[in-house]
């Protein structure tokens, strides 16, 4: 066993949390990019959050992240209406501005992440600048309402590298250039199925109030150190199906398979949302499998292969 498999175990999803489907008449299409990336289509929008497809090892994290072009071909599609981002450390906004660049689409978040798109050279008509107290925004047929939320304690019990970023940087940054930011959860409302978005481990629960979601993508990174975490989300939000999410280690390329960073419980994750909402489901994907989730049914399916 290498060192990287002893530090950050292998982690295969079991079968039964793998439900297959054929994928006719999706709502909504999702793709896991790891950490807490995804792509989000409907038939008309194409939607990326969160992406972080360059994972630098261990050894290259010190160094200035300089954002991957060749796995940013390989995994992120040819067209994107926007790019969206729940904070700013660089798991999250370090590719980015360099995908909304390569893509033609819109960088979207907070002053912190703007300043990164402004880093790249983003024309101002490209950042859509987020203020702490949330937004709401329209692209094609998704509306996606910023929800104000927190940071999971992640780190000896703290939130790493804190604070906003001012001015435009120069980038690409190092790991501790990408501050925080400020966090939101995002509700993505499609025509016909709600997702919601929770990139960190923790949560404003007054913001939530009189909000729901068919599909919830909870972040395990941290959860631990929130009380009641899995409780208080689905609670407020109802969903239907759960997909966990930011569970990986993410110091080495997709390709090398997924495994878990340390102290991440995902079986405990599963029983914590069947005791808290048994009538949902859960799926727990591998990188880059398409789940499918249609209008009639939204506990949703792993698009089964070809």
Not at 14 to 41: H, I, M, Y
Not at 90 to 116: E, F, M
Not at 155 to 173: H, I, L, N, Q
Request: contains cysteine.
């Amino acid at each position: 066993m290498s060192l990287y498999e002893r530090l950050f175990p292998r982690f295969r999803p079991k079968r039964e949390l793998r439900p297959e489907g054929s994928g006719a008449g999706w709502g909504v299409r999702l793709r896991w990019l790891g950490t807490a990336g995804f792509v989000v289509e409907t038939p008309e929008t194409t939607l990326l959050v969160d992406p972080f497809v360059t994972r630098p090892s261990l050894g290259r994290i010190v160094q200035r992240i300089v954002p991957d072009e060749r796995a940013i071909a390989r995994h992120i599609p040819a067209k994107i209406d926007a790019v969206l981002c729940g904070h700013s450390h660089y798991d999250h906004v370090a590719d980015a501005p360099r995908i909304a660049k390569l893509t033609n689409a819109r960088l979207v978040g907070s002053p912190s992440t703007c300043a990164w798109g402004r880093a790249e050279g983003l024309p101002e008509n490209r950042l859509v600048q987020i203020p702490a107290s949330g937004a709401l925004v329209r692209f094609g047929d998704i509306e996606v309402r910023f929800v104000p939320s927190r940071h999971g304690k992640v780190a000896f019990g703290r939130v790493p590298f804190g604070g906003e970023v001012r001015g435009t940087p120069r980038g690409p940054g190092r790991v501790w250039h990408y501050r925080m930011g400020g966090a939101f959860g995002l509700l993505i409302k499609t025509p016909s199925v709600s997702v919601y978005h929770n990139g960190s481990a923790d949560l404003v629960d007054a913001e939530l109030e009189g909000e729901s979601a068919d599909v919830l993508l909870a972040c395990l990174a941290g959860r631990k150190g929130t009380e009641n975490y899995v409780g208080r989300l689905v609670s407020a939000l109802g969903p239907k199906l759960v997909i966990p999410t930011h569970h990986d280690a993410f110091f080495a390329p997709l390709e090398r398979g997924l495994h878990l960073l340390p102290g991440i419980d995902v079986e405990g994750f599963v029983s914590d949302v069947f005791v808290r909402s048994p009538g949902a489901s859960v799926i727990t994907p591998d990188y880059e499998e398409a789940i499918c989730v249609p209008p009639d049914d939204a506990r949703g399916a792993v698009l089964a292969p070809s």
